[in-house]
């Protein structure tokens, strides 16, 4: 089955960017079926959707964030990644992808997820 | 923000069986969108529980069951066991933000 897992840096200075990258396993991000998101966990804290990316390249993203997020796809690679610019202590999380599975009329949900990777943000 | 309000935390005694809520509003649960639930072990990534508000993935247990009604939205684990002391996340979609994927603020759940 489908696995997922994500790489990156643990540490990143304020200001600068941070990029993740998520490796899928067991089946392709060019599947016209999926979606492919990121979300993210600050430290004791919920769990936030960050925005997706269809194998084409098409893309969404959480409104209530601010602009400073892409989202990109290599499928070549098999790999699709999130860059954060201009970091701050408040991007300190615990980021997840994930393969997003569908229903009718806007059922939407997520599996598998991948382990996580905790980035934290400071100088 | 969570735009999909639950309760901080509930606890029951093994064996019981405990309720989660999951509250939205007309742009989400209440608009007819779906409701999912996941779970969430101790230092580990959430995992599906539930879709499509009552639907169970392989492997889960028939101990855990989901309904939804209105803007609410309930998760249900009968015979509660020690194992299911963990988060627990609902999540939706709204159509007021641009197709955003929206989740609940989150239950702990504790066994006494």
């Known amino acids: 089955q489908v696995q997922l897992q994500e790489s990156g840096p643990g540490l990143v200075k304020p200001s600068e960017t941070l990029s993740l990258t998520c490796t899928v396993s067991?089946?392709?991000?060019?599947?016209?079926?999926?979606?492919w998101s990121w979300i993210r966990q600050p430290p004791g804290k919920g769990l936030e959707w960050i925005g997706y990316i269809y194998y084409s390249g098409i893309t969404n993203y959480n409104p209530s964030l601010k602009s400073l997020f892409t989202i990109s796809v290599d499928t070549s690679k098999n790999q699709f990644s999130l860059k954060i610019n201009s970091v701050t202590a408040a991007d300190t999380a615990v980021y997840y992808c994930?393969?997003?599975?569908?229903?009718?009329?806007?059922?939407?949900?997520?599996?598998?997820w991948g382990q996580g990777t905790l980035v934290t943000v400071s100088s | 923000q969570s735009v999909l309000t639950q309760p901080p935390s509930v606890s029951g005694a093994p064996g019981q069986r405990v309720t989660i809520s999951c509250t939205g509003s007309s742009s989400n649960i209440g608009a007819g969108y779906d409701v999912h639930w996941y779970q969430q072990l101790p230092g580990t990534a959430p995992r599906l529980l539930i879709y499509g508000n009552n639907n169970r993935p392989s492997g889960v247990p028939d101990r855990f069951s989901g309904s939804k009604s209105g803007t609410s939205a309930s998760l249900a684990i009968t015979g509660l066991q020690a194992e299911d002391e963990a988060d627990y996340y609902c999540?939706?979609?709204?159509?007021?933000?641009?197709?955003?994927?929206?989740f609940g603020t989150g239950t702990k759940v504790t066994v006494l």
């Open positions: 994930a393969k997003e599975g569908r229903g009718g009329g806007g059922s939407v949900w997520f599996d598998p």
């Open positions: 067991g089946g392709s991000v060019s599947s016209g079926s999926y979606y």
């Open positions: 999540q939706s979609y709204d159509s007021s933000l641009s197709g955003s994927r929206v």
